[in-house]
C-alpha cells in the first residue's frame, strides 16, 4: 500500500450479485424519463452510446498510479446490466412512452420511429395527482381513493405486481416539480406521518406517497425534481427501518452543475465573489410548471444551496460574506427541452480588484438528465444489495448527482462536485474492499 491511499474495509461484506431483471418504476414519464428509457434501449440495440453516464462508461483507479489498473467501474461492481433492466411507471397522462418522447420532442423522430415497437409497449399505471401540489397541470390519469393511506396502498399494490415479474425494483421520480412544502409535524416520525395518510394532511403531498409506498416496500427511492419528498425524518427513518435506501433530490444538470465546478476552484485560489447571477430560458413542460411562482420556490431553494455551502462564507468573510446570489427561470416555448443559461459572476482578485465571468451554456435538459437518472437507479439497486450501505438510509456518496444532496442530520451537505467524484469512487473501493485513494502519494518519491 502506498501513502496515496488508505486501507479499505477488509471488513467489507461481499456484494450480492445483480442477478436476473432490474424493475425501474418512473413517476412522471416525461421528457427526462422518455429519454432515459428510449436512450437505454437505444444503447441495448447498439445504436448510440451511453454519454454522460459514470456507471456505464467511467472507470475507476485501483492501486498506485504505476499499477496502471483502471477496469470500468460497471466491471467493478456488480451493477445491473442494462440488457436486465425493465421499465414501467405512472403518469397522470395516459400516453405511452413513445407518445409522450414524440411530446417532449428531446430525440429526433428517426431514432423514436425505430423503438416505436417498444417505446409503445409501456404505458403509464394510473397516477396519484392532486392539482394543488402542481397547479399547472390537468391531470386525467389518476387513481381515486378514500384518503391518502389508500393512495398509498393503491401505490404499494402497483409495485407487488410488478415485483412479480422481475427480481429487484428500484423506484424513481422524475415527475413535476411540487409546490415549496417546508417540513412540518406530520414529517417528524413514521407513526406521524401514517396519522397524515389517514386524516389527508397537506403537507404530504404525492412524491411522499409514492416514496413511502416505495420504502414500505423495501424499494430504494430517488428523486429527480426539488420536491421536500424524502427529505424528512419520516422517510429517513423509513428508509433505515427496511433497508431502503434514499438520497437527495434534483438531478445536478445544468446550471447548477457548471456552479458545483467554478465556485470549488475560486475558493480554492481564494478568490472572492461578490455577485452571481443566473438566469435561464426554457420551453419545455418542465418550463411551464416552473413558471408557477409556488414550483419555481421549490427550484429556486434548491439551486440556492449550492454556493452558501460551498463557499462557507463563516470561514472566510472577506471573500465571501456579500455575495448577491440571483436566479432566474423564464419559460420561453420555442427553445423546447433545448435550455439557455446565462451566468454573469462578479469576482475578485488581489488586493480587491474586480474582475467578471461570463457563462453561456446552451445545453439540452433531457439529454443532460437522463444518464444521471439511469447512474441513480443502478446505483442506489447496487445500494440495496450491499450490507454495508443498504441499511444506512441516506446515500450520501450518491449527492455528485443531485442539487440538494441529503446529508445525516448534523452534517452540512458537500456540493464541491469533485470532493463528491471523490467520495463516490472511494465508497465503490470501499464497498469492494480496496484500498481507498488519498492522494497523497509521497511513496512516489522515496
Ligand atoms: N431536465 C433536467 O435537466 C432536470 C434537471 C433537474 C431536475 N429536473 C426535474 O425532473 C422532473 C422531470 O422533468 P421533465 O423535464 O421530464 O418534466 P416533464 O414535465 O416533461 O415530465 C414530468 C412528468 O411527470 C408527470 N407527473 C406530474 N405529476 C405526477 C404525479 N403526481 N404522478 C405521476 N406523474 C406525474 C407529468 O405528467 C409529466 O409527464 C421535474 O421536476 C424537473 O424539475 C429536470
Known amino acids: ?33 422518455t429519454t432515459m428509457i428510449a436512450g437505454v434501449e437505444a444503447v441495448r440495440r447498439g445504436l448510440a452510446k451511453p454519454i454522460g453516464s459514470l456507471t456505464q462508461m467511467g472507470t475507476i483507479r485501483l492501486g498506485k498510479r504505476t499499477d496502471s489498473k483502471s477496469p470500468l467501474i460497471k466491471d467493478f461492481v456488480p451493477l445491473a446490466d442494462l440488457n436486465d433492466v425493465v421499465f414501467t411507471g405512472w403518469d397522470i397522462f395516459e400516453d405511452n412512452v413513445y407518445e409522450s418522447a414524440a411530446h417532449a420532442a428531446v430525440l429526433d423522430k428517426e431514432t423514436l420511429l425505430q423503438l416505436k415497437p417498444y417505446l409503445e ?12 401540489y402542481v397547479k399547472r397541470l390537468h391531470g386525467t390519469h389518476v387513481k381515486k381513493g378514500k384518503n391518502k393511506r389508500d393512495l398509498a396502498d393503491q401505490v404499494r399494490a402497483d409495485i407487488q405486481a410488478f415485483r412479480k415479474t422481475v427480481d429487484r425494483v428500484v423506484v424513481i421520480w422524475a415527475g413535476s416539480t411540487e409546490i415549496f412544502l417546508e417540513p412540518s409535524a406530520v414529517h417528524q416520525s413514521i407513526e406521524a406521518f401514517e396519522k397524515g395518510l389517514e386524516t389527508n394532511d397537506p403537507g ?16 430504494p427511492f430517488a428523486n429527480g425534481a426539488p420536491n421536500l419528498t424524502v427529505d424528512i425524518p419520516a422517510m429517513v427513518e423509513l428508509s433505515k427501518r427496511n433497508a431502503a435506501p434514499i438520497c437527495g433530490k434534483d438531478f445536478k444538470t445544468g446550471q447548477t452543475f457548471m456552479k458545483t465546478v467554478l465556485a470549488p ?4 485560489r481564494m478568490l472572492g465573489v461578490s455577485g452571481w447571477f443566473s438566469t435561464n430560458i426554457l420551453g419545455n413542460r418542465d418550463g411551464e410548471v416552473l ?3 409556488q414550483s419555481f420556490k421549490t427550484k429556486e431553494e434548491s439551486k440556492l444551496g449550492s454556493l452558501e455551502y460551498i463557499f462557507q462564507p463563516e470561514l472566510y468573510p472577506d471573500l465571501y460574506n456579500h455575495i448577491y446570489h440571483k436566479i432566474r427561470i423564464n419559460y420561453y416555448p420555442p427553445r423546447g427541452d433545448e435550455k439557455e443559461a446565462w451566468d454573469n459572476i462578479d469576482i475578485f482578485g488581489w488586493l480587491g480588484y474586480p474582475m467578471q465571468l461570463k457563462v453561456n451554456f446552451l445545453c439540452r435538459d433531457s439529454i443532460l438528465a437522463a444518464p444521471i437518472a439511469l447512474d441513480l437507479v443502478l446505483f442506489l439497486d447496487l445500494a440495496k444489495r450491499t450490507p454495508d450501505l443498504r441499511s444506512i438510509g441516506i446515500q450520501e456518496w450518491l449527492s455528485f448527482y443531485l442539487k440538494s444532496p441529503q446529508a445525516a442530520a448534523g452534517l452540512y451537505p458537500e456540493h464541491d462536485l469533485f470532493i463528491q467524484s471523490m467520495k463516490l469512487k472511494n465508497t465503490l473501493r470501499h464497498i469492494m474492499g480496496q484500498d481507498l485513494i488519498t492522494h497523497l502519494g509521497l511513496d512516489y518519491y522515496d
Open 291 to 293: 413558471d408557477e411562482p
Open 121 to 132: 409497449n409501456i404505458k403509464p399505471l394510473t397516477a396519484v395527482f392532486d392539482q394543488y
Open 265 to 268: 476552484a475560486f475558493k480554492a
Open 204 to 219: 404530504i403531498a404525492p412524491s411522499q406517497i409514492y416514496a413511502y409506498a416505495a420504502l414500505s416496500e423495501g424499494v
Open 1 to 33: 500500500m502506498s501513502t496515496e491511499q488508505q486501507s479499505g474495509q477488509q471488513t467489507a461484506e461481499k456484494v450480492a450479485p445483480a442477478t436476473g431483471k432490474l424493475g425501474v418504476m418512473v413517476v412522471g414519464l416525461g421528457a427526462v424519463a
